[in-house]
């Protein structure tokens, strides 16, 4: 466990993130919980400080696959290996250009150093497209600009459309944000809610149609019964 005087001094080195940071990254939370969730030992961290040979750095986004620690025996600082062992993949999100700096300087070589094996930094600087670096860090590689990300070991494809991070999984299924997820299946189910309100006044105007027809055949019915009843008086008259 982390000792006190530890998380104090964690502490003072967090710093506030701004409300566009936080949504960014709570963006890729959501997707990669989702991503994550049919793996019983997996964990996604976020804004933990992983301490590896007497540094530590905090990324936005952590995924251990297995042996992590019960969540609720971490403090603020995930002791590599005595707490358990390094992420497998680590993502950045960088907002601002003195971010993206650190993001493809010093704590690259610190997550090589931890043997991290993905390494995606998501470039999301406010009104401007979303750029992707991304690196095998284990292998001694620098983040370099690409168009697109698979982190092998999450099994995921990422990708950008303008300010929208887009992530899929190994059969192609896209994994939405939860809020988008949410807004989609509400956007569905008016949808169909639609049809079905469509249908149903269909099936009305059916039923009024029908029921007209049926008036009208009712009224031609009344209206020949009456001519053949005069036309059979008359044929009584003619007999007599």
Not at 66 to 72: K, L
Request: proline share 6%.
């Amino acid at each position: 466990m982390v000792n006190t005087v530890a998380e104090m001094e964690v502490l003072e080195e967090k710093m506030p993130e701004s409300p566009w940071h936080n949504e960014k990254v709570r963006e890729c939370e959501d997707m990669l919980r989702e991503a994550v969730k049919s793996l019983p030992t997996a964990v996604v961290f976020r804004d933990l400080f992983f301490h590896f040979k007497g540094k530590r750095y905090a990324p936005d986004l952590a995924i251990v696959l297995q042996g992590a620690p019960p969540i609720e025996s971490i403090g603020l600082v995930y002791r590599i290996p005595e707490d358990g062992p390094a992420p497998d993949a680590i993502i950045e999100v960088a907002v601002s250009s003195k971010s993206l700096g650190e993001a493809l300087g010093d704590k690259v070589e610190f997550y090589a150093e931890m043997g991290v094996k993905d390494y995606l930094v998501i470039q999301a600087f406010p009104e401007k497209p979303v750029r992707l670096w991304f690196c095998h860090p284990n292998l001694g590689e620098l983040p370099r600009p690409v168009n697109e990300a698979v982190l092998q070991t999450l099994g995921l494809r990422v990708l950008v459309q303008g300010q929208k991070v887009r992530i899929f999984d190994r059969e192609g299924n896209e994994i939405l944000p939860l809020r988008e997820a949410v807004e989609r299946e509400r956007q569905q189910w008016k949808e169909v809610e639609q049809r079905l309100i469509e249908v149903l006044e269909q099936e009305r105007k059916k039923r009024e149609e029908l029921s007209e027809a049926l008036e009208r055949e009712r009224r031609r019915r009344e209206e020949l019964e009456k001519r053949v009843a005069e036309l059979e008086r008359k044929l009584r008259g003619e007999n007599f």
